[in-house]
């Protein structure tokens, strides 16, 4: 594994996939059996990762693109680790505004 995806990029891309995945079971478990046939429970699972997957290169391409520009020293000065840690504090932020505001639109409109 490339050591970009040993630091904070590969935390952001499992915390995005994790959240979008939770997000996405969490939806089906409510719609239950009766809209959604448990048999195509692994086909849409498989089927929105595979999205998730290619909104997730959207997401990481900056930050490989700073990472292979960068400065890529294996010690940081400690202002720049807690720029970091701020950022991937708030990308997570985002990430479960959007599982929110996707939970919100589905109950609203699956009435």
């Avoid at 040993?6 to 939806?27: H, K, M, N």
Wanted: proline content about 6%; charged content about 10%; overall charge neutral.
């Amino acid at each position: 594994m490339h050591s970009f995806m040993r630091g904070p990029t590969g935390a952001l891309a499992l915390t995005y996939l994790g959240i979008s995945f939770l997000t996405r079971f969490t939806l089906l478990m409510t719609s239950g059996p009766e809209q959604v046939p448990a048999s195509l429970w692994p086909e849409l699972l498989l089927l929105g990762t595979w999205f998730d997957l290619l909104v997730l290169i959207w997401l990481i391409a900056p930050l490989l693109l700073i990472h292979a520009l960068g400065n890529t020293r294996a010690t940081l000065p400690p202002w720049r680790k807690a720029v970091r840690l701020l950022m991937f504090w708030a990308a997570t932020c985002l990430f479960l505004f959007g599982a929110l505001a996707e939970w919100t639109f589905w109950e609203e409109f699956s009435t």
